[in-house]
T-cell receptor
Framework: DQQVKQNSPSLSVQEGRISILNCDYTNSMFDYFLWYKKYPAEGPTFLISISSIKDKNEDGRFTVFLNKSAKHLSLHIVPSQPGDSAVYFCAASESYNAGNMLTFGGGTRLMVKP | EAQVTQNPRYLITVTGKKLTVTCSQNMNHEYMSWYRQDPGLGLRQIYYSMNVEVTDKGDVPEGYKVSRKEKRNFPLILESPSPNQTSLYFC?????????????FGNGTRLTVT
């Protein structure tokens, strides 16, 4: 069973509006969360992260919110731009995971229309 | 330029024919890892290496081998490929724990096993 889930395979948003990408997790041991962005024919690139001691982290147009009680995090992009069109992966890790492993969600394809 | 380089980018092979996918990083990272990406499943870790001569299994290691004889290289070996190993493979490296040093990914190798 997947421990990290992104229930929306795709999302379409108009340029200038807000994009909200959601992610749910089941493992209560996860304490660090990341978002990666992936363009076609390229590897994922790190976007933004949040520790479980926080409930919000902001970096320019990107903000990640964490709701630990609901085991839910979301990525907000404001305003959305056509260059944001990509697949976004949510990922989680545990402090004591010896393999430094990230557990990834299935991804959400964001399309920002001009 | 700091990068993770994988070769080849595309590979089509037949069942049972041994193959190697190479991975090299120029960032002097101690940690390297292999992931496979499948539709709806996100990225799943195959093997990882914390340092030279130190390797261990990830989430889905069956049918794969790795070696870490030098710090910069981390090849993925499929001794007897099967069709269920058809996937998109990513090599990644990191300078430390993912919460302090996010993973850097290569551009991927698309493998088809017929």
């Amino acid at each position: 069973d997947q421990q990290v889930k992104q229930n929306s395979p795709s999302l379409s948003v108009q340029e200038g509006r807000i994009s909200i990408l959601n992610c749910d997790y089941t493992n209560s041991m996860f304490d660090y969360f990341l978002w990666y962005k992936k363009y076609p024919a390229e590897g994922p690139t790190f976007l933004i992260s949040i520790s479980s001691i926080k409930d919000k982290n902001e970096d320019g147009r990107f903000t990640v919110f964490l709701n630990k009680s609901a085991k839910h995090l979301s990525l907000h992009i404001v305003p959305s731009q056509p260059g944001d069109s990509a697949v976004y992966f949510c990922a989680a890790s545990e402090s004591y995971n010896a393999g430094n492993m990230l557990t990834f969600g299935g991804g959400t394809r964001l399309m920002v229309k001009p | 330029e700091a990068q993770v380089t994988q070769n080849p980018r595309y590979l089509i092979t037949v069942t049972g024919k041994k193959l190697t996918v190479t991975c090299s990083q120029n960032m002097n990272h101690e940690y390297m890892s292999w992931y496979r990406q499948d539709p709806g499943l996100g990225l799943r870790q195959i093997y990882y290496s914390m340092n030279v001569e130190v390797t261990d299994k990830g989430d889905v290691p069956e049918g794969y081998k790795v070696s870490r004889k030098e710090k910069r290289n981390f090849p993925l070996i499929l001794e007897s490929p099967s069709p269920n190993q058809t996937s998109l493979y990513f090599c990644a490296s990191s300078g430390g724990r993912v919460r302090n040093s996010p993973l850097h990914f290569g551009n991927g190798t698309r493998l088809t096993v017929t």
